[in-house]
């Protein structure tokens, strides 16, 4: 079986699997990240999403082969319980998530958004989390708090 290397949350990583097999499948299966969640496995509804690079991904139609040599970021490279990202402390001042299905693929949405534009208007927020999918309703408090982490990450 072929390898395949890439840095997964600043680790470099080889895993020995058929190179077609969904990113979703290695690291949910393979590597233990339960970060991204499978939801449709259509690139419809964003549970999935991880970084690769600065832009958030559908882990479930990626091929794995198409991050070879890449970075690969997923929810636990984003903080953790002791040093919480900004957008998860954000998150969670705003109340912005209920059950928490879709929330990993939405924070690695706004990640990638924050790389590219660290200072988004509440419009280019919207836009950046439009993919993903919230049956919950908290669309305006992410909204509220992607604005807020974006704040914070801005004072020097």
């Given at each position: 079986m072929p390898s395949v290397r890439f840095r997964l949350n600043g680790v470099e990583t080889e895993v020995d699997a058929d190179p077609d097999s969904s990113l979703l499948a290695i690291l949910r299966g393979r590597l233990g990240m339960t970060g991204p969640h499978f939801g449709c496995g259509a690139n419809e509804c964003g549970a999935c999403n991880v970084i690769v690079g600065d832009h958030a991904v559908a882990s479930c139609d990626t091929p794995l082969w198409s991050v070879a040599d890449k970075d690969v970021t997923t929810l636990e490279g984003l903080g953790n319980a002791e040093k919480p990202h900004p957008?998860?402390?954000?998150?969670?001042?705003?109340?912005?998530?209920?059950?928490?299905?879709?929330v990993s693929g939405i924070l690695m949405s706004a990640a990638a958004l924050l790389m590219q534009n660290p200072t988004p208007s509440g419009a280019e927020v919207r836009a950046a989390l439009d993919r993903n999918l919230c049956r919950c309703g908290s669309h305006n408090r992410m909204v509220r708090a992607v604005l807020r982490a974006a704040a914070e990450m801005a004072v020097p």
């Open positions: 957008l998860q402390r954000a998150f969670i001042a705003e109340q912005a998530l209920q059950c928490g299905y879709c």
